[in-house]
């Protein structure tokens, strides 16, 4: 299984700021994931960021809110912009590949808005 | 659109006691099913999975799922709970390989001593 690190690993913001979360991994991997985990609730996926190309969001996300950047095949950065106390959330990143079928998640941000 | 049910919020057991958590599942095709484990202030951890094959899937921590297309569930057990079970379930689907997750909402295990 990959080895999975962010940064920073939590963060309280104020409103209209923005936050850049940084994913990296220890191996080459193909897929990489982000998702948000709202207070008490389920994961929700945000954005697939494959290297080389532009990221595919998930309806309810766009990019000029979540711009997500993948330059390489071991790292990825999310940043969640002009955040209002709604983006309060666990952010999470994963990957798949390597010929396995199930995703490693990393031990995700835990971002406060106030 | 793939869906994914957990019925339960909270499953509490007794030390010892066998335990399941229940999980049915929408997809198109064959499924990719897995279950994953969050404990506190931590990450998702991946338990197990079912691809193809035998319906009854065995995954870290002593934990098993047994898939049943007809009843579209992969409930996930343990023949004897430990306290240190206790932990927020989650069950997840894929239509294929890799691909994005779609998780279930949740279900909190509680094992009393």
């Known amino acids: 299984s990959a080895v999975i690190s962010q940064k920073p690993s939590r963060d309280i913001c104020q409103r209209g700021t923005s936050l850049t979360i940084q994913c990296q991994v220890d191996?080459?991997?193909?897929?990489m994931f982000w998702y948000r985990q709202q207070p008490g609730q389920s994961l929700t996926l945000i954005a697939t960021a494959n290297q080389g190309s532009e990221a595919t969001y998930e309806s309810g996300f766009v990019i000029d809110k979540f711009p997500i950047s993948r330059p390489n095949l071991t790292f990825s950065t999310l940043t969640v912009s002009n955040m209002s106390p709604e983006d309060s959330s666990i952010y999470l990143c994963?990957?798949?590949?390597?010929?396995?079928?199930?995703?490693?998640f990393g031990p995700g941000t835990r971002l406060t808005v106030t | 659109a793939q869906s994914v049910a957990q019925p339960e919020d909270q499953v509490n057991v007794a030390e010892g006691n066998p335990l399941t958590v229940k999980c049915t599942y929408s997809v198109s095709g064959n499924p990719y099913l897995f279950w994953y484990v969050q404990y506190p202030n931590r990450g998702l951890q991946f338990l197990l999975k079912y691809i193809t094959g035998d319906n009854l899937v065995k995954g870290s921590y002593g934990f098993e799922a047994e898939f049943n297309k007809s009843q579209t569930s992969f409930h996930l057990k343990k023949p004897s709970a430990l306290v240190s079970d206790s932990a927020l379930y989650f069950c997840?689907?894929?239509?294929?390989?890799?691909?994005?997750?779609?998780f279930g909402g949740g279900t909190r295990l509680m094992v009393k001593p």
């Open positions: 191996s080459q991997v193909t897929m």
């Open positions: 997840a689907v894929s239509p294929n390989a890799g691909n994005m997750l779609t």
């Open positions: 994963s990957v798949s590949g390597g010929g396995s079928h199930e995703q490693y």
